[in-house]
């Protein structure tokens, strides 16, 4: 359901953002994100005669975010001698402290610091998000993560509650007519009285009950060891981890690992994302053998990067390929079940894993980390499913 208490103003420039900007307010009040009347959007929420720049204050000071969304056009108005509303709402917003979101649309890029004027410098250090036509859906799911809204409508949820119980009811009230009615019939069937025989079709000897045969426990298969890579490591293999597009699944929150902003760039960050339908290629990756058990994990973005043990000590990051860096190698062992791995590095015997603090990143959900190898952990878990 759309969340209470929380207004959010969405500053724009008419000329070529009004398009984008509507787009943006009706995805927020349709997926019932937000009410519309939470909402501040010039065109609909100031009346003939009021003091503009006022209402836009006082607007803007009863909001805790703001969505700057930035058009082509959008430099040259903050550059202008004469008076931009637009600008005049982005310091408003910095002065009022509340949350930036600045989103590029139409192709726009974030200007640089010594573009725009020094009071809105600080617009410049903040994470910007591309809201693109052909993936509209998925970089909203940014912008409503960043906004601290709620995963969606629940609307559903309620509907087969009310349904459930609705048969429930009724299923208590037709077992409770009179005795004798068919509807009765139907839910008091006949049992059978202690003095009926049954005639045997056969032989009346009671048979002898042969002893269950015992079966031994599941036990997981253990994967053959990775030759002269890990010789301080427990049995690892690959073996299991299929070919082709899969998805890099958490086993303890359901999210998918992605390249953050699908970005083609050496060193660009890992997340967590919702798993979805149909992701786009920078949620997709492919396992290619090494020819010594271990893999190669590379994204099917345009750029086919893949998994580097050595970019960040902490962060998980993708590089292009390097034939024969270690640091590009991983192996992945039985975690409990074949569903459920975790993926080590030969290079510095580290796994991917779920950042602790979610708070501290709440729009990428959190950041994948490499952490030490750490039993019963299960931000360490993942599966491998096809995409």
């Known amino acids: 359901m759309a969340a209470k208490g929380k207004k959010i103003f969405i500053s724009y420039r008419r000329e070529d953002a009004g398009d984008a900007a509507g787009r943006i307010r009706d995805w927020l ?34 909001c805790h975010a703001m969505i700057v ?8 108005q903050m550059t202008s001698p004469t008076m931009s509303y637009v600008r005049l709402e982005v310091e408003a917003a910095l002065r009022h402290r509340i949350a930036l979101i600045p989103v590029l649309v139409g192709g726009a890029q974030l200007p640089s610091a ?4 020094a009071t809105l410098r600080p617009l410049t250090r903040l994470n910007v998000q591309p809201v693109r036509h052909e993936s509209f859906e998925y970089d909203m799911g940014f912008v409503r993560k960043a906004l601290g809204l709620g995963g969606g409508s629940g609307a559903w949820w309620v509907a087969m509650i009310s ?36 005639t045997p079709l056969v032989s009346t000897a009671t048979p002898t009950p042969t002893a269950s045969p015992t079966v031994p426990p599941t036990r997981s ?7 002269n890579t890990l010789p301080n490591s427990p049995a690892f293999g690959l073996t299991s981890c299929p070919n082709g597009a899969v998805k890099i699944r958490s086993v303890v929150t359901g999210y998918i690992i992605q390249i ?8 660009a960050q890992t997340s967590q994302y919702d798993d979805i339908a149909n992701p786009p290629n920078n949620l997709k990756w492919t396992f290619i053998p090494n020819g010594d058990g271990s893999y190669r994990i590379v994204s099917l973005n345009a750029g086919g990067k893949e998994f580097n043990a050595d970019g960040d000590p902490y962060y998980l990051v993708v590089l292009h390929d390097v034939p024969g860096a270690k640091n590009l190698h991983w192996a992945c062992y039985y975690a409990g079940s074949a569903s459920a791995y975790k993926i080590m590095s030969v290079a510095t015997q580290k796994v991917v894993s779920i950042q602790d603090n979610a708070s501290l990143h709440p729009i990428n959900n959190p950041y994948i980390i490499q952490a030490v190898d750490t039993p019963n952990d299960p931000k360490q878990l993942w599966q491998i499913v096809a995409a």
């Open 29 to 62: 009040v349709q997926t019932r994100r937000i009410a519309r009347d939470n909402i501040f959007m010039d065109v609909t929420a100031i009346l003939p005669g009021a003091d503009f720049m006022q209402v836009i204050d006082d607007a803007i000071g009863k």
């Open 69 to 76: 969304v930035i058009s082509p056009s959008w430099l040259a």
């Open 114 to 117: 010594e573009q725009i004027p």
């Open 163 to 198: 349904a459930l119980l609705l048969v429930a009811l009724s299923l208590g009230v037709l077992s409770q007519v009179p005795e004798g009615n068919p509807i009765w019939v139907a839910f008091h069937p006949p049992t059978a009285t202690a003095t009926a025989t049954l």
């Open 221 to 227: 298969p253990t994967p053959p060891a990775v030759p």
């Open 260 to 267: 953050i902003g699908d970005s083609t760039a050496d060193g």
